[in-house]
Nanobody, 126 residues
Framework: QVQLVESGGGLVQAGGSLRLSCAAS????????MGWFRQAPGKEREFVAR????????YYTDSVKGRFTISRDNAKNTVYLQMNSLKPEDTAVYYC???????????????????WGQGTQVTISS
């Protein structure tokens, strides 16, 4: 069982930055690949970024490449999403999720992830 708690959301102007954190409970955090997803009002939840259990591999959706960076600190059981050059279209609730695997695959599918956090709101004003 893994519990995930996101933090770091807020309201920023376009062009600004935010860093989201996702703290995980449990002693097996390093055996999970981690992902970030987002859901804008009236839209389906979509993939944002994924990181392997070791942090060696990352994968991003095209719309955030070069602006967002996913990272993790296994000693702190935490995964991060650094978001720079934010745009109004980045406004959404952001969720972290855990996929119990030490294999690497560039999956964007929600069903690959067994555990989800409650989400944190990110609002970008123009």
């Amino acid at each position: 069982q893994v519990q995930l708690v996101e933090s770091g959301g807020g309201l920023v102007q376009a062009g600004g930055s935010l860093r989201l954190s996702c703290a995980a409970s449990g002693r097996t955090f390093s055996s999970y690949a981690m992902g970030w997803f987002r859901q804008a009002p009236g839209k389906e939840r979509e993939f944002v970024a994924r990181i392997s259990w070791s942090g060696a591999y990352t994968y991003y959706t095209d719309s955030v490449k070069g602006r967002f960076t996913i990272s993790r600190d296994n000693a702190k059981n935490t995964v991060y999403l650094q978001m720079n050059s934010l745009k109004p279209e980045d406004t959404a609730v952001y969720y972290c999720a855990a996929d119990h695997t030490t294999d690497w695959r560039t999956t964007v599918m929600l069903y690959e992830y067994e555990y989800w956090g409650q989400g944190t709101q990110v609002t970008i004003s123009s």
